[in-house]
Nanobody
């Protein structure tokens, strides 16, 4: 059974940092592309960052140079380091992987950036 569990969200002020974690189980973690999405009320989920099994990373334009995705295959965990946070980064952040044609999601973690 695939399980993705996010942690690390919270309330921060603009310009501060947070690190999100996603612990995966039930998958061959090292073989999977791992993604971070985010969603705000009334909007579709937005792909924020991806990391391949080989460590190649991709970012949306809105977070490039501020966010860093990484993975620790020994811990079956993917991270999202978020620096220079802005109010528009406020969202629920979801960990995701795709196996075959099926999307798997964590429960999400709330990130709120506000002064």
């Amino acid at each position: 059974q695939v399980q993705l569990v996010e942690s690390g969200g919270g309330l921060v002020q603009p310009g501060q940092s947070l690190r999100l974690s996603c612990a995966a189980s039930g998958i061959i973690f090292s073989s999977n592309i791992m993604n971070w999405y985010r969603q705000t009320p009334g909007k579709q989920r937005e792909l924020v960052a991806s990391i391949s099994s080989g460590g190649t990373t991709r970012y949306s334009d809105s977070v490039k140079s501020r966010f860093t995705i990484s993975r620790d295959n020994a811990k079956n965990t993917v991270y999202l380091q978020m620096n220079s946070l802005k109010p528009e980064d406020t969202a629920v952040y979801y960990c995701n992987t795709i196996i075959g044609a099926r999307y798997y999601w964590g429960q999400g973690t709330q990130v709120t950036v506000s002064s």
